[in-house]
């Protein structure tokens, strides 16, 4: 059995980035999960901020320099996605917008995805469900029911219910009971999954 593909995908503009560091809890946590699965799991981070002057030549050009078409390619092979962004404005950032404009408009039909994002408060968190999911649902990729939002008040909580380590192993869950069942070897010929197969992933775990 190959190893499935999980691209993670992180549009943060500092460093050293609270949106890296949210990104980088969610791929751990989603790696133990299908490691504990049985599943190997071949991990790629696509970083945006390094790739932000190559996005906006190719939506003035029409043509990916080599390390964008690198990063599209492999985020249009993966067989799941974490996308993380900062919000900016009551939505996601510029930068995680015009890199979403480059990939081709199929390629994550099917493609199970965990959505994810930091803000400076809480009040931004609704952003998730107002701008992230409905974007991803238009590419027609699954959405992992649980999203992730981290305030800056949110690092160091203490992994009960209900706080940051609670949601991201809640969310990694939910993304591994979709891959899990999901071989990467079918990854091109399917299609979007079925609700129902959706639910059926999700209470077996």
């Known amino acids: 059995m190959s190893a499935l593909k999980?691209?993670?995908?992180?549009?943060?503009l500092s460093v050293p980035s609270s949106t890296r560091l949210l990104a980088d809890r969610l791929a751990g946590a989603a790696a133990r999960e299908l490691g504990d699965a049985g599943r190997e799991v071949d991990l790629r981070v696509v970083e945006l901020r390094e790739l932000a002057?190559?996005?906006a030549d190719n939506l003035v050009t029409g043509f990916p320099p080599p390390a964008l078409r690198d990063a599209v390619r492999?985020?249009?092979e993966a067989d799941g996605l974490i996308a993380v962004t900062p919000i900016f404005s009551?939505?996601?950032?510029?930068?995680?917008?015009?890199?979403?404009?480059?990939?081709?408009?199929?390629?994550?039909?099917?493609?199970?995805?965990?959505?994810?994002?930091?803000?400076?408060?809480a009040r931004h968190s609704l952003a998730l469900e107002h701008a992230m999911r409905p974007l991803f649902a238009h590419l027609r990729a699954v959405?992992?029911?649980?999203?992730?939002?981290?305030a800056s008040e949110d690092w160091g909580a203490n992994g009960a219910d209900g706080s940051l380590a609670g949601r991201i192993d809640r969310a990694a869950r939910e993304l591994a009971a979709l891959l899990a069942g999901r071989p990467a070897e079918n990854r091109q010929a399917e299609q979007?999954?079925?609700?129902?197969?959706?639910?059926?992933?999700?209470?077996?775990?």
């Open 74 to 76: 492999a985020v249009e």
């Open 53 to 55: 002057r190559d996005i």
């Open 143 to 150: 959405v992992v029911p649980t999203a992730v939002f981290a």
């Open 90 to 121: 009551a939505s996601y950032s510029g930068l995680f917008k015009s890199f979403v404009d480059v990939l081709d408009k199929d390629a994550l039909t099917g493609t199970p995805v965990l959505i994810a994002a930091t803000g400076g408060t």
């Open 6 to 12: 999980l691209v993670v995908v992180t549009a943060g």
């Open 192 to 205: 979007v999954v079925p609700f129902e197969q959706q639910l059926a992933a999700l209470r077996a775990h």
